[in-house]
Each structure stands twice: as structure tokens, then as C-alpha cells.
């Protein structure tokens, strides 16, 4: 089983619309839970992370965490074209040093 | 630009040469990360570092493979005897004392021919 997993797509939405991104982790002891955008043959940049159980917000995006289901979320209101990328999932865990567990990675299309 | 750089941003190599890279972290950032990442997947942690000293690597990082920190600033990362499955970009990344979220650099992109 593999430590984070996201169902890879490709999603695609009209502009306008929200789009939601799943991702599970397997380890329970995980702390920190980030998520990240990629443009192609770029470096990830981060979008917001999250700690607690429920939902955060910051703009057109929340973050959603439930540790009972190992479940983290995005949702993107709004969706605008500039949101076409790869959106990875990443996992801080409580044993280790800092170092994230990736996903593979959701890629996103929002079409005009 | 306050940024994480790395250097180069791009490398063409042949199989069996080695190549160097260069990770400038966010000044003060005491903690450095690399990680490879391939076509397709996320990124994979490799090593870190705390300032000068080299806290964990990956059992990814084979004995071709070597990092340094030397004083706690720029760090290097150096593949020895290269093979076409190093081909991939390598992330650094870079997180200040007590902070949480790592900022990562461009990223070098490495071909092996």
C-alpha cells in the first residue's frame, strides 16, 4: 500500500465550476497534510496545508481533513483556466524528520 | 530574488559520467530537503539536512549517490557513474527553524543519454 494515493485523472471542469481532489494516507500517525500545485516542468508550489480535523479556507480554496478516514481534500471554487496543473497531495508523518510522502499527483483541466 | 535556487537548471549527460548539483536555500532556513521526481509520480524524498549535518537519507539513495552541507548554507548533491534511470528532475527544498511548509527550487532537470 502505498503511503499517499490520489486518483490520477485527469479531471476536467468548465470554468466556473469547483472542482474537488482526493487524496488517502495510510499512515495514522501523519501530522501535516499539504497540498501543492505543479504547472508542467515546473517546481511544486504550495497551495495551503492543513492539521486539524474539518475544513480550512484560504480564497477559492479549502482544505477538508478527516484523520478517523485518513482522507484529506481540496476544492477549488471558482475554477479558472490559470488552475489547469497537477495538484499533489503530500504527508508530513509524526516519525519522521520533516520529509513529505507525495502523491502521484491529480491533473486538472478547466476548460473555458 | 529570496528565493530556493538551484543550478544548473538543466543537464545532458552521458551514461557513466558524473554530475553535480548546487541547492541555495531561503536564507536562514536551516533545513534542506532533496527529493527526485520522475515523469508521472511525485516527488520521492532523498536526503536532509539540518544545517551542516545529514540527518536522513532514503534507501533510494544508492552508493552513487552522495550529499554535502558544508556549512550549513549551499548544499550539493552528486551522482557518480550515472545511469539512464537517474534521468528525472531533482527538487530541492528548503523549510526555516520551526516552520513547517518547504519551498521548493526550480528544480534541476538531468537527462542521461
Known amino acids: 500500500q502505498k503511503e499517499v494515493e490520489q486518483n490520477s485523472g485527469p479531471l476536467s471542469v468548465p470554468e466556473g465550476a469547483i472542482a474537488s481532489l482526493n487524496c488517502t494516507y495510510s499512515d495514522r500517525g501523519s501530522q501535516s497534510f499539504f497540498w501543492y500545485r505543479q504547472y508542467s516542468g515546473k517546481s511544486p508550489e504550495l497551495i495551503m496545508f492543513i492539521y486539524s480535523n474539518g475544513d480550512k479556507e484560504d480564497g477559492r480554496f479549502t482544505a477538508q481533513l478527516n484523520k478517523a478516514s485518513q482522507y484529506v481534500s481540496l476544492l477549488i471554487r471558482d475554477s479558472q483556466p490559470s488552475d489547469s496543473a497537477t495538484y499533489l497531495c503530500a504527508v508530513k508523518r509524526g516519525s519522521t524528520l520533516g520529509r513529505l510522502y507525495f502523491g502521484r499527483g491529480t491533473q486538472l483541466t478547466v476548460w473555458p | 530574488d529570496t528565493g530556493v535556487s538551484q543550478d544548473p537548471r538543466h543537464k545532458i549527460t552521458k551514461r557513466g559520467q558524473n554530475v553535480t548539483f548546487r541547492c541555495d536555500p531561503i536564507?536562514?532556513?536551516?533545513?534542506l530537503y532533496w527529493y527526485r521526481q520522475t515523469l508521472g509520480q511525485g516527488p520521492e524524498f532523498l536526503t536532509y539536512?539540518?544545517?551542516?549535518?545529514?540527518?536522513?537519507k532514503s534507501r533510494l539513495l544508492s552508493d552513487r549517490f552522495s550529499a554535502e552541507r558544508p556549512k550549513g548554507s549551499f548544499s550539493t548533491l552528486e551522482i557518480q557513474r550515472t545511469e539512464q534511470g537517474d534521468s528525472a528532475m531533482y527538487l530541492c527544498?528548503?523549510?526555516?527553524?520551526?516552520?513547517?511548509?518547504?519551498?521548493f527550487g526550480p528544480g534541476t532537470r538531468l537527462l542521461v543519454l
Open positions: 536564507s536562514e532556513h536551516n533545513r
Open positions: 527544498a528548503s523549510i526555516p527553524t520551526g516552520g513547517e511548509t518547504q519551498y
Open positions: 539536512f539540518q544545517n551542516e549535518a545529514q540527518l536522513e
